[in-house]
């Protein structure tokens, strides 16, 4: 297993391919995961098509698990429980599952500016509550902008806030440093991604409202540099 | 009844007189209201001297809600149900009362980086449970840092995501845009507020973790200008 590689799991859909490339961008191995293959292998054509030399491979779920110590989970909220299912017996402690997840209540056929509650408190404490006991889980990047993240030429514009067991916490606020115009900012315990999952909807709502289909993002303002 | 002046309920705590401050510095009427007459009017003197010229008074909350036609509840979240019911009978449709409450866990004697769920889904919906048919409900100024709103030399720097029916929630916008710094961002409906109330309780642990004790704000970026 290459140590900086980086499994994306749903790497197929928009944020996960947006992802995907900007990791592959700043020189990262990048593994695409998907249920299918061929559709995780499509993706990875589109990564090197788009950044010439980029080390990105697809493959389906469970194998990209057995690829990468980072594992991005970027899949709609009603596949969670299924995806982390299906690759749940090849994560170890080594690895760092990272949630990117919010219960849009779109799961159930509502829209996507509302949630529907998690029995856990929130996606990412779901995702902790499936896994082998000692694997972490760390909560980033729900609020970064699919269409943003596909514009390579341009910075993103938008804090993410990390939440987790400290270790792990700090192995995904430095990925945020890869992608120019994020900001990796210490979100504290797992459970407060329910607010940070919460303001997603709230950011579609305003993309809505303000017709910005590229996306709002967020900043904090007042933190130290 | 001023038509311009705002009532401020609770306006002896720190957020509350920090609006006081900056509404009295804009030039508006302020009503201070208190349970204890004795500290509505201390409050008043307090903003009298920060703020030269200052048209201000203190009352007891029922008189103040009299007095102007915006209300803002800036109260501790337990103490809520209590001062709508004190007030409640003399609200009426052509008044706009702004819930800027939060539902932390302080209430129940847990963390302010934590909160506790309410029924109605958010303090401001709890609010609007509560009050007569047709008296409209703002969520507003959750997210402001009570230090940063006292100095007064200073901008604020942070948006206000305002939520509420459409009429009452454009006076609250307009309300935003009196005080330097701050912007306020078009919420949508009354029961956003729950997803804004949260990042009050991530902000609060953002201020621990990076020893900001003036307060992190936030900004929403790709906003049309």
């Known amino acids: 297993m290459d140590p900086t590689a980086i499994a994306i799991l749903g790497g197929t ?34 990564v090197r098509a788009a950044v010439p030399g980029a080390g990105v491979e697809g493959l389906d779920n469970a194998d990209a698990v057995g690829k990468a110590p980072i594992v991005i989970l970027s899949v709609p909220f009603e596949h969670t429980a299924g995806t982390v299912k299906a690759v749940r017996e090849r994560l170890t402690p080594e690895h760092v599952v990272v949630s990117m997840g919010v219960p849009l209540a779109t799961a159930i056929g509502d829209g996507a500016v509302r949630t529907v509650g998690v029995w856990q408190g929130s996606c990412a404490e779901l995702v902790a509550s499936l896994l082998p006991e000692g694997v972490p889980v760390v909560s980033a990047f729900q609020n970064v902008s699919a269409h943003r993240l596909r514009e ?74």
């Open 13 to 46: 859909g928009d944020q996960g391919l947006g992802l995907a490339l900007r990791f592959a961008k700043a020189g990262r191995p990048v593994v695409i995961g998907s249920r299918k293959l061929e559709r995780a292998q499509a993706a990875a054509d589109e």
């Open 152 to 225: 390579l030429a341009h910075p993103v514009e938008c804090d993410v806030v990390v939440s987790g067991p400290p270790a792990p916490r700090k192995v995904v606020l430095a990925l945020c440093e890869l992608v120019p115009g994020l900001r990796g900012v210490d979100g504290g315990p797992l459970a407060n991604a329910r607010y940070v999952e919460g303001v997603t909807a709230l950011l579609i709502g305003l993309n809505v409202r303000y017709k910005v289909p590229e996306g709002v993002g967020v900043r904090f303002t007042g933190l130290p540099d």
